[in-house]
Nanobody, 119 residues
Framework: QVQLVESGGRLVQPGDSLTLSCAAS????????LGWFRQAPGEERKFVSA????????YYANSVKDRFTVSRDVAKNTLTLQMNSLKPEDTGIYYC????????????WGRGTQVTVSS
């Protein structure tokens, strides 16, 4: 059974940095990828970043490329998102999700962590 717990969200000012973490239990070496998604008020959940679990290859949405860095610790089953130069449009609930096999939809969402970027 996969369980995901996100943490680290809070209120920050534009230009600040923030690190989000996702503790993932039930993830195995055969898991294809873990990813971060953001849901802004009134909008659908959107892809932010992901990492191939065994290889570590990162993927980013264009809107966060060069500002965010995704990483994983396979031994600790932890996914991390380092967010720099935050903008108000980065505001939203950040969810961690699991993609079990290539081509599968993301599933096994956590409850999310709120990030608010505002002056």
């Amino acid at each position: 059974q996969v369980q995901l717990v996100e943490s680290g969200g809070r209120l920050v000012q534009p230009g600040d940095s923030l690190t989000l973490s996702c503790a993932a239990s039930g993830v195995t070496a055969s898991t294809f990828a873990l990813g971060w998604f953001r849901q802004a008020p009134g909008e659908e959940r959107k892809f932010v970043s992901a990492v191939r679990w065994s290889e570590g290859t990162p993927y980013y949405a264009n809107s966060v490329k060069d500002r965010f860095t995704v990483s994983r610790d396979v031994a600790k089953n932890t996914l991390t998102l380092q967010m720099n130069s935050l903008k108000p449009e980065d505001t939203g609930i950040y969810y961690c999700g699991v993609q079990r096999s290539v081509g599968d939809p993301y599933a096994y969402w956590g409850r999310g962590t709120q990030v608010t970027v505002s002056s």
